[in-house]
Structure formats: structure tokens, C-alpha cells
T-cell receptor, first 113, second 114 residues
Framework: SQQGEEDPQALSIQEGENATMNCSYKTSINNLQWYRQNSGRGLVHLILIRSNEREKHSGRLRVTLDTSKKSSSLLITASRAADTASYFCATASNSNSGYALNFGKGTSLLVTP | EADIYQTPRYLVIGTGKKITLECSQTMGHDKMYWYQQDPGMELHLIHYSYGVNSTEKGDLSSESTVSRIRTEHFPLTLESARPSHTSQYLC?????????????FGQGTRLTVV
């Protein structure tokens, strides 16, 4: 199955700094999405970028997509302690799994005051 | 908050017991999914459904089974729980094809089999 692979696995920064997470995937996709998961909870959708888009913004979030390199990045600007969570990329494509999302291993972000 | 609910939130049960994890959504979504997630690790798709009476197995082999008799309800059953089934189980739903829509997740059920 194709699954996104995020790096780094863990990231620790101070409030006010920017956090960048990367995601790589294996096959062609329809779109790529980023989700956030607080400890022990479900995932919350952050942003979706389609395969024909290269960059997208939403508040303090900036996502880029490079389909030639099969990679995406999520930038969180001016981070806050409340941004502490795990972040997952997920790819959607017409695969053996139908239209289900395939998730990567996630990046654990810690933002310290 | 998304209108998708999982019960129970936590379950500790003995080996060999039959259990059903409940998942319900009030958004009228056709697509529903079950993911398994071990602590600090990636999500694995174990079951999904395109609509009523449609169920498919995901990429990760699972001894669990699912049913979809009503649009809003997608329960997962383990006939005989084992310690290897200890994990977090996440249910999700989406409106249509995931090409253009987001998935909404429940809060998860953390299952411990002793």
C-alpha cells in the first residue's frame, strides 16, 4: 500500500518558531491531506491540497506539494504551545483500498513556552 | 466537533470475550472506515464501507468483522478477543469520494485485552 512517510519523527521547538514537517509518498495521488491528533484523541483535518495544486495556505498553515518528487511539506508559522500534537499526512488515490485515506507514521511536535 | 461518536472510549476485557465497538455518525456520510493505531504509531486501515451492505477489508489484516446495515452505524466486532488485539481503534466517515472531501474521526476506543 502507499503510505505517506513523515519526517522528522519528532520535533521540539520553542513558541514563536516555525515548524516544518515533510511527507513523502510512493504512488500517484488525487490529493494529499494533513491531519492533527492530540494525545489519545481522534484526528482532525487541517488542510487538503489537490494533485494539481502546488501551495495552499490556511491561517498559520502553509502546505506545499511536489508531485514530481512525491513529497509535501507542512509549515506552521509562529508556533504556540497549543500546537503540540502529532501531525499526519494522508494520501487519497484510486488504489486497492478504494477511496480510503492512507496515513503515514506521523511527526510528533512539541512546542515549549 | 464532528458528529461521529465511538463507544466505549475505553474497554478492558478478558481473553476470549466477544466485543463490539460502536461507531455512529449523524452527517449522512456514505463512506465509513475503521483504523487501528498503536501508541505513537501510524494508522492502519482495517475495514471500510461505501454504503449500506457494502464492506471491504483494508490493507492491514484483521480478525475483526464489520457490518453496515444502516448508513449511520458501522460497528466492529471481535468474536474472541486476544492480547494482540490491544490497540486504539479509530472510526471515520466522509461525504463522498475522498478525492475532494475530508474525513471526520471519532474520539477512538482504546481496547486492552488482558
Amino acid at each position: 500500500s502507499q503510505q505517506g512517510e513523515e519526517d522528522p519523527q519528532a520535533l521540539s521547538i520553542q513558541e514563536g518558531e516555525n515548524a516544518t514537517m515533510n511527507c513523502s509518498y510512493k504512488t500517484s495521488i488525487n490529493n494529499l491531506q494533513w491531519y492533527r491528533q492530540n494525545s489519545g484523541r481522534g484526528l482532525v483535518h487541517l488542510i487538503l491540497i489537490r494533485s494539481n495544486e502546488r501551495e495552499k495556505h490556511s491561517g498559520r498553515l502553509r502546505v506545499t506539494l511536489d508531485t514530481s518528487k512525491k513529497s509535501s511539506s507542512l509549515l506552521i508559522t509562529a508556533s504556540r504551545a497549543a500546537d503540540t500534537a502529532s501531525y499526519f499526512c494522508a494520501t487519497a488515490s484510486n488504489s486497492n483500498s478504494g477511496y480510503a485515506l492512507n496515513f503515514g507514521k506521523g511527526t510528533s511536535l512539541l512546542v515549549t513556552p | 466537533e464532528a458528529d461521529i461518536y465511538q463507544t466505549p472510549r475505553y474497554l478492558v476485557i478478558g481473553t476470549g470475550k466477544k466485543i463490539t465497538l460502536e461507531c455512529s455518525q449523524t452527517m449522512g456520510h456514505d463512506k465509513m472506515y475503521w483504523y487501528q493505531q498503536d501508541p505513537g504509531m501510524e494508522l492502519h486501515l482495517i475495514h471500510y464501507s461505501y454504503g449500506v451492505n457494502s464492506t471491504e477489508k483494508g490493507d492491514l489484516s484483521s480478525e475483526s468483522t464489520v457490518s453496515r446495515i444502516r448508513t449511520e452505524h458501522f460497528p466492529l466486532t471481535l468474536e474472541s478477543a486476544r492480547p494482540s488485539h490491544t490497540s486504539q481503534y479509530l472510526c471515520a466517515s466522509s461525504e463522498s469520494t475522498l478525492s475532494n472531501t475530508e474525513a471526520f474521526f471519532g474520539q477512538g476506543t482504546r481496547l486492552t485485552v488482558v
